[in-house]
């Protein structure tokens, strides 16, 4: 019935707008039948209500402000807009009338006067007495849930109120972890929005304690805790050492992203930490000398190549083969890293297993999936944005608050019936003003490194240089030519033109890399076996380009 009631909730101009009478003048002809049968259906106008408030009704009170352009009003909190007083006022006076327990589970989800929460609280201990009594109506056991999250979040930890464990066993499992994922988000956005830390909230020292409890509730009841609390507990890290403790804790791929917006020093030192497991000490040594090679730093990308031969016996064989084919030192790196997975990043051409966990492939999607340097979402910091946003579930909730739902806004753009939305802003990284910090997080996100590691001075132009100047200054006399027909320097060019596969630009001596290393290979090397298996050299022209 919902579903086929859906068409009746199309967004107005307020989140009241079907039953504020200073809003009828403004209404179209459809937002007026639809206020209509609002009056006239006690459903419709219960779904209306609703859905201001289905997505994550927490957030409510920090995030539906009068002040527009989101700043700080001197010393004064910001107030909840009006329409929610309105809103919460109507459906407590339906409860009273009715009694029925949809319009008092409905009326909790709004702000509330002293008088309302006083009736809410008496309501929970009912719901909460008749629930531990087995005795609760389906529809008291179906509120319980609402009733006990939204009293967990009105500032009331520290008056002595049953804590989420006490309590939560009572829930079925979905719910228990809907519930400790929606106290992390609580948590996330209460220390996010608007960018500043309200003062009524506990000190954002204390968060990550609070996720880091929710966490052992959640894996107490099984093998791990979920993807998105443990990425919420990594916005609250600013030292290695905690980001360490966390990678320890819950294994790397939780923190993928996060863990390519870290520098080369701090990769290595969590390639130190014998904590980690051994197939991410050797991932993340290839990426940190991968990216060490990129940035032109020979003595420590000599020293990262070491650890990870050391960490990576098998590697070892081919990779000191091919250093063996030259004498200088950067061309040395530059052969062995063709022996190796080239990607600067640490999820990489292995993203693809990743996938496999819940929540993870829609969020990585495959934009550069097979480039060696860093897409541009990636290297300016707008990666960690996108991860504040996405875990906010701003798409969801913002728009609910203003009164939109996502089928409404799609119904509406379908019929071409246009809206302004509003924009929120979030900071995640880089930093806005004194007003937007930013999550913790964001301190450790090298972004002068990660600007470098581009398709313009990343890894595949380094290593296009490279290995062209080595091939062409090695085979420039006919001796040589004859020479390195079976040798390592036209197998190096093919490996540079397939590595110039995905990438839109970078020259080497005014030639586009890639066809400069098809022309050399196919010029100084023509008998050789990498030019007969080369026949073409590549551009790329598709969305999944390297930009």
């Known amino acids: 019935m919902a579903s086929t009631l859906d068409v009746l909730t199309v967004p107005g101009p307020s989140p009241d707008w079907w039953f504020n009478p200073d809003r009828a003048k403004d209404l179209s002809d459809t937002e007026a039948v639809i206020a209509w049968h609002a009056r006239c259906s006690d459903l419709v106008d219960w779904l209306l209500g609703a859905a201001v408030q289905s ?29 929610f007083d309105s809103l919460g006022a109507r459906y407590w006076v339906q409860y009273r009338r009715s009694g029925g327990t949809e319009w008092a589970v409905l009326a909790m989800l709004f702000p509330m006067a002293e008088d309302q929460a006083e009736t809410a609280d008496g309501l929970y201990n009912i719901w909460l007495v008749r629930t531990l009594n087995c005795v609760a109506s389906p529809a008291e056991y179906a509120a319980f849930p609402t009733a006990y999250f939204e009293r967990s979040t009105r500032d009331v930890w520290d008056a002595g109120l049953p804590k989420p464990d006490d309590l939560i066993e009572l829930l079925p499992p979905r719910m228990q972890d809907a519930m400790i994922d929606q106290a992390a988000r609580g ?57 360490a403790d966390l990678l320890a804790e819950n294994g790397s791929v939780q923190y993928a992203r996060s863990i390519d917006l870290l520098s080369a020093a701090h990769l290595r030192a969590l390639v130190a930490d014998t904590r980690l497991p051994q197939t991410v000490r050797v991932n993340l040594a290839r990426v940190a000398f991968l990216r060490l090679l990129a940035l032109g730093s020979i003595r420590e990308a000599q020293a990262a190549l070491r650890n990870y031969l050391a960490l990576y016996p098998t590697a070892r064989f081919d990779a000191e083969a091919a250093m063996a084919k030259a004498s200088e030192p950067e061309v040395k790196l530059a052969l062995a890293a063709l022996t190796m997975p080239l990607s600067v990043r640490y999820y990489g ?14 969020y990585f999607g495959t934009v550069g999936q097979f480039s060696a340097d860093l897409p541009d979402w990636l290297r300016t910091g707008g990666g960690l944005q996108v991860d504040v946003e996405r875990l906010l579930q701003v798409g969801q909730f913002w728009f609910s608050q203003k009164g939109y739902t996502e089928r409404g806004i799609r119904r509406l753009h379908d019929r071409r019936m246009e809206i302004a939305l509003p924009v929120p802003r979030f900071v995640g990284f880089p930093p806005q003003g004194p007003y937007d910090p930013g999550v913790p997080f964001g301190r450790l996100v090298a972004l002068d490194e990660l600007g470098r590691l581009g398709p313009d001075t990343g890894l595949s132009q380094r290593l296009s240089e490279v290995v062209i100047a080595w091939a062409d200054a090695g085979s420039d006399t006919i001796p040589e030519m004859i020479l390195q027909q079976n040798g390592a320097m036209p197998q190096a060019l093919r490996q540079i033109v397939q590595l110039n596969r995905y990438r839109t630009r970078g020259d080497v001596g005014g030639v586009f890399a890639g066809k400069a290393a098809f022309r050399l290979l196919h010029d100084r090397f023509p008998l050789s076996a990498a030019a007969r298996a080369t026949p073409y050299w590549y551009k790329c022209t598709s969305p999944y380009c390297d930009r």
Not at 193 to 208: D, F, I, M
Not at 218 to 230: G, V, W
Not at 349 to 362: E, L, R, S
């Open 55 to 83: 997505a994550y009704p927490v957030f409510a009170a920090d995030q539906m402000r009068k002040e527009q352009n989101w700043r700080r009003d001197n010393d004064k909190d910001w107030e909840i807009a009006p329409q």
């Open 187 to 243: 948590f996330l956005a209460r220390k996010t929005a608007a960018g500043y830390w309200h003062r009524k909230l506990r000190q954002v020292e204390e968060t990550p304690q609070d996720l880091a409890a929710l966490a052992a509730m959640q894996r107490s009841r099984r093998d791990d805790a979920s993807y998105t609390l443990n990425e919420m507990r990594l916005m609250f890290v600013d030292n290695m050492d905690a980001l």
């Open 349 to 362: 051409h292995w993203a693809w297993d990743m996938t496999k966990v819940p929540g993870f492939g829609n």
